[in-house]
């Protein structure tokens, strides 16, 4: 009996995402996975010391560290080399080598993790040496980004491909780095996942909505509401999100959930959350010389004078009039400024500057983000 009402209620929970889909789609909305992450699905890098051998005459020149590596490199391979009257390895015979070079030697891995076999892209960089130009990396350990775990988690080694940018120093190898260990990616911890927005969408009004829409989907599907007890009252007027900043929403996996959590997670992510309007915003790009004007964006009556043009925000006779009111009590939009401004062929710098100068005397109304 109880498999039948947990299935019935699986089946409900389904429906009521889907019915909230079809809802949200008609109004502006976005799904919630393409607004966050998972914590945890993050990318890793690793990273090691190694050898680039094969260079023209541009490795490193008299560079101990490089000797001393090579020696030992060579010493493990089975190769005869000298020691010292210490015991130690001489690097006298090696130490004017002209085509080894030591580099520095990274890898990232993807945010889905990494298994043992798995082929990687890795990126060598030179320490010391002119151009490692016909190079190839001997065999290197990367570990991970703690200094004090000594795990190896891949190897890396081959023929390098120098940067298109013409950088002689660094260079990369396509599938170079061989995975020896696994790096899951963990997306939950003790029934809980952690939604990590983007930083574009980071705000507290976004991350009250996704709590809100989740919590709302919640009561519908697990509460008394429903017909069926999946958990206390209490529980469940707690809700299954909450909000912990404007990056950060907690979420609790149902319990009918718990065995199969993947499920939950693509439900979840495909939720549609409405978004906050941002028809009152101005986003300057000055670099670029791009200016996007939201259609809420209005601006105080005022006169604009440039070079030999005069512009009023209001239209009064003899000047060239900024319209587009509902009554003689509304003020006019950005937007049409900015068209009047374009019709007389006034640069985009000299758009920005307006905008500057009206935003600081307190006649823009709306938000102005430079980028």
Known sequence: MNTYFSSITKSIL?????????QSTNAASLKLGDMCRLKGQETNSLQGLGLVVGLKGTG?????????ALSRMMQLMGGPMSVDSLGQLDVKDIGDAKNVA????????????????????????????????????????????????????AIAQGAMRLSDDGNLTSATIQGGGKMEASVPAAFHDDGMITLVLDRDFASFD???RIEDEINSLSALTLGDSAGFQTQSTQ???????????QLHVR?????????????????LLNLPIQLASHSSRVVINEREGIVVIGKDVEVAPVLVTHRNLRIEAGGVAGFVGVHDKVNEHDNAKL?????????????????????KTLKRKG?????????
């Open 235 to 245: 529980d469940a007027s707690r809700g299954r999100a909450q909000a912990i900043d």
């Open 206 to 208: 976004n991350t009250q």
């Open 335 to 355: 937007k049409n400024l900015a068209d009047a401004l374009n019709a007389l062929d006034v640069p985009t710098s000299d758009l920005i500057a307006i905008i």
């Open 363 to 371: 006649d823009l109304f709306g938000e102005v983000v430079f980028e």
């Open 14 to 22: 389904t429906v009521a995402f889907a019915m909230a889909a079809f």
């Open 60 to 68: 490193d020149s008299d560079a101990a560290p490089t000797a001393r």
């Open 102 to 153: 030591m580099v520095f030697v990274t890898a990232k891995l993807p945010a889905v993790g990494a298994q043992s076999g798995d082929l990687i892209d890795v990126t060598v960089n030179a320490i010391n040496a002119k151009s490692l130009e016909g190079g190839y990396l001997m065999m290197t350990p990367l570990l991970g980004p703690r200094a004090d775990n000594p795990t190896v988690y």
């Open 251 to 267: 979420v609790q996996i149902p319990s009918i959930y718990r065995d199969n959590p993947i499920k939950f997670i693509a439900l």
